[in-house]
């Protein structure tokens, strides 16, 4: 049976593509850019950044949340989640609050005004990047984590605390 020629334009998720390690480099490129995109537009729409925007999803979800608990569900360093939380609580997009049991522990809530700048915040709130990681299901996301380590370890003179670092374009 003969194969019809490849049209000029394949989809990026043509199965009959050669994979090659150019292919494979688009493919982080259309990642990184979509991602990028979403980010600039969440800004435009809302004018908060991606991760600040994330940040009062996850406050959402999870009212009360310590900073260094928010830091881990963003996997950011302690520093860079509080830098963002002191940007929200000034905007007037969070507070924070107490306990009266211990008053070193800080909890972290939603303001009314950061509930509404959320709801009609551009959707997915996260990111379509840790979106679309929250979406696979555990064997392919365990597949993409090792798979994606073998290529770390190629790469020589990698720094490891970038991993703790929101993406450049969601700051």
Known sequence: MARKAPAPQQSINESARAVTPLSVLQRFRVIIRTAQRHSQWIERQSGVTGAQLWAMQELLEVPGLRVGELANRMAL???TASNMIDRLESAGYIRKERTSADQRVVRLYLTENGTELLGRAPSPA???????????DEEA???????LDG???KIKDMDEGFGMQPLPFTE
């Open 77 to 79: 360093h302690q520093s």
């Open 126 to 136: 996260r990111g379509v990047l840790p979106e679309a990681l929250r979406n696979l």
């Open 141 to 147: 996301l365990t597949d993409l984590q090792r798979e």
């Open 151 to 153: 290529l770390l370890l």
